[in-house]
């Protein structure tokens, strides 16, 4: 059963730019964290970013300064601003709800959240 659906993923060449989409509607709640994670063929799964409910974000290093996140709950909608893209950013990105807190720890989205079925990521150098 299908909640989260991200849209928005597409090949580009470095330093080119993605802005993923993760509607949430079908869940009928706001006020939870959310976030953005990534998993490339066999690596593990890992956060990218994060957007608590006061709109206080959390990044993983390596995307700091490059990617952006924020949700416009009228529209039930979460977004990643992806610029500057690299070869390394390739990966199938997902997006997660928390289901019991406001503010988000990775680690525990991992263990239980609300997850999208994904949206492939593809840069090419």
């Known amino acids: 059963q299908v909640q989260l659906v991200e849209s928005g993923g597409g090949s580009v060449q470095a330093g080119g730019s993605l802005r993923l989409s993760c509607d949430y509607s079908?869940?009928?709640?706001?006020?939870?964290?959310m976030a953005w994670f990534r998993q490339a063929p066999g690596k593990e799964r890992e956060g990218v970013a994060s957007?608590?409910?006061?709109?206080?974000?959390t990044y993983e290093p390596s995307v700091k300064g490059r990617f952006t996140t924020s949700r416009d709950n009228a529209k039930n909608t979460l977004y990643l601003q992806m610029n500057s893209l690299k070869p390394e950013d390739t990966a199938m990105y997902y997006c997660?709800?928390?289901?019991?807190?406001?503010?988000?720890?990775?680690?525990?989205?991992?263990?239980?959240?609300?997850w999208g079925q994904g949206t492939q990521v593809t840069v090419s150098s």
């Open positions: 997660a709800m928390d289901r019991y807190s406001a503010w988000c720890s990775w680690t525990v989205i991992l263990r239980d959240a609300y």
């Open positions: 079908q869940l009928r709640r706001s006020g939870y964290c």
């Open positions: 957007i608590n409910s006061d709109g206080t974000t």
